[in-house]
């Protein structure tokens, strides 16, 4: 059997770092599940977290036999994450957020793959709110659709390789990790995009698979959700980083994932907004003309759908009323 780290970067999240180590830790008492737990490690790593989290988690420890590291300042979950990479000596390692969690029997579709040896193995998700866990999101649609397009023989892996830009559900492969030196961005926002694009372009090999391992949560209010200047900063910033990479290697295809953020800083106001501006045009998101006028291009037309669809379902209304 192989051996399996999984890292977690945590900042005063308890509730979900509990149910996160409740669905890792507690499967069942089958040998299978024993034997696999025997040759996993995890990592937690904190980010600074206020005194009450810290003991909380020291608790934790006392159930489960993670590994606990402390950072003795703000450094970010990307900083987190590196801490962990340096530190794991498995075969293949896994990443979670504090506030996701590992589906029932996770451990069987993690060792059905056991001896497919790919530097890099992502898994469909799934997705649920995280205050009601009855309830589905949509979070995970992007990629399962991706993941269904490649099987079907709809897309090839380059869209795996350089569109999937979270860590999570996959499974890599750490010596091809630590070969390359693949780390995450010590970022306010956005650490683990430039480390999915390199991850996925010094793969070797890839694949997918329709099996299901990990949860995502939406919940509003999270750094995916929250806008500040100093974030969409971040997310700028390594978005013309994520262009420019992906221009370097010929991959033409990738999400915007820079011009996005800088239009949200919108609703910042005038002058957070007219700042925002100036730092993107100083780290360059301007130069490129094409891409500037392709994405005006595809907002104009995005708003003219939506116009066109909004107007549609009024008329509809209208003509429904009158029936």
Same mark, same amino acid.
């Given at each position: 059997?192989?051996?399996?780290?999984? *890292? *977690?970067?945590?900042?005063?999240? *308890?509730?979900?770092?509990?149910? #996160?180590?409740?669905? %890792?830790?507690?499967?069942?008492?089958?040998?299978?599940?024993?034997?696999?737990?025997?040759?996993?490690?995890?990592?937690?790593?904190?980010?600074?977290?206020?005194?009450?989290?810290?003991?909380? !988690?020291?608790?934790?420890?006392?159930?489960?036999?993670?590994?606990?590291?402390?950072?003795? =300042?703000? =450094?970010?979950?990307?900083?987190? =994450?590196? !801490?962990?990479?340096?530190? !794991?000596?498995?075969?293949?390692? #896994?990443?979670?957020?504090?506030?996701?969690?590992?589906?029932?029997?996770?451990?069987?579709? #993690?060792?059905?793959?056991?001896?497919?040896?790919?530097?890099?193995?992502?898994?469909? &998700? !799934?997705?649920?709110?995280?205050?009601?866990?009855?309830?589905?999101?949509?979070?995970?649609?992007?990629?399962?659709?991706? %993941?269904?397009?490649?099987?079907?023989?709809?897309?090839?892996?380059?869209?795996? =390789?350089?569109? +999937?830009? $979270? &860590? +999570?559900?996959?499974?890599?492969?750490?010596?091809?990790?630590?070969?390359?030196?693949?780390?995450?961005?010590?970022?306010?926002?956005?650490?683990?995009?430039?480390?999915?694009?390199?991850?996925?372009?010094?793969?070797?090999?890839?694949?997918?698979?329709?099996?299901?391992?990990?949860?995502?949560?939406?919940?509003?209010?999270? #750094?995916?959700?929250?806008?500040?200047?100093?974030?969409?900063?971040?997310?700028?910033?390594?978005?013309?980083?994520?262009?420019?990479?992906?221009?370097?290697?010929?991959?033409?295809?990738?999400?915007?994932?820079?011009?996005?953020?800088?239009?949200?800083? %919108?609703?910042? $106001?005038?002058?957070?907004?007219?700042?925002?501006?100036?730092?993107?045009?100083?780290? $360059?998101?301007?130069?490129?003309?094409?891409?500037?006028?392709?994405?005006?291009?595809?907002?104009?037309?995005?708003? *003219?759908?939506?116009?066109?669809?909004?107007?549609?379902?009024?008329?509809?209304? %209208?003509?429904?009323?009158?029936?």
């Amino acid at each position: 059997m192989k051996t399996y780290s999984i *890292i *977690i970067p945590h900042k005063n999240d *308890i509730k979900g770092l509990k149910r #996160l180590l409740k669905s %890792i830790y507690e499967q069942d008492n089958s040998f299978e599940f024993y034997n696999f737990i025997k040759n996993l490690s995890v990592f937690v790593v904190d980010d600074y977290s206020d005194t009450k989290s810290i003991d909380a !988690i020291k608790e934790l420890n006392k159930r489960y036999a993670f590994t606990f590291f402390q950072n003795n =300042r703000n =450094r970010s979950a990307g900083a987190c =994450r590196n !801490i962990g990479l340096s530190n !794991i000596k498995s075969d293949y390692v #896994l990443f979670s957020d504090s506030d996701d969690f590992f589906v029932k029997d996770y451990y069987k579709f #993690l060792l059905k793959y056991d001896n497919y040896d790919y530097d890099l193995l992502l898994f469909s &998700p !799934i997705s649920v709110l995280d205050d009601d866990l009855n309830k589905s999101s949509d979070r995970h649609l992007f990629y399962t659709k991706m %993941i269904d397009d490649y099987l079907n023989g709809k897309v090839d892996e380059t869209k795996l =390789r350089y569109m +999937w830009l $979270g &860590p +999570w559900s996959k499974r890599y492969k750490v010596k091809y990790l630590k070969e390359n030196n693949i780390t995450f961005d010590e970022t306010i926002a956005s650490n683990d995009v430039m480390f999915s694009v390199q991850a996925g372009y010094r793969a070797k090999n890839i694949s997918a698979t329709h099996d299901v391992f990990y949860c995502l949560t939406r919940r509003y209010g999270s #750094l995916i959700y929250t806008y500040s200047l100093e974030v969409l900063k971040a997310r700028v910033s390594v978005g013309i980083r994520y262009k420019n990479y992906c221009d370097s290697i010929g991959f033409y295809n990738y999400k915007d994932h820079c011009i996005n953020h800088l239009m949200r800083g %919108i609703i910042l $106001g005038f002058k957070p907004f007219m700042k925002l501006l100036y730092f993107a045009k100083r780290k $360059g998101v301007f130069k490129d003309k094409k891409y500037v006028l392709k994405f005006i291009f595809k907002a104009i037309a995005g708003n *003219i759908v939506v116009f066109f669809i909004n107007n549609t379902r009024n008329l509809l209304k %209208i003509e429904k009323t009158n029936k």
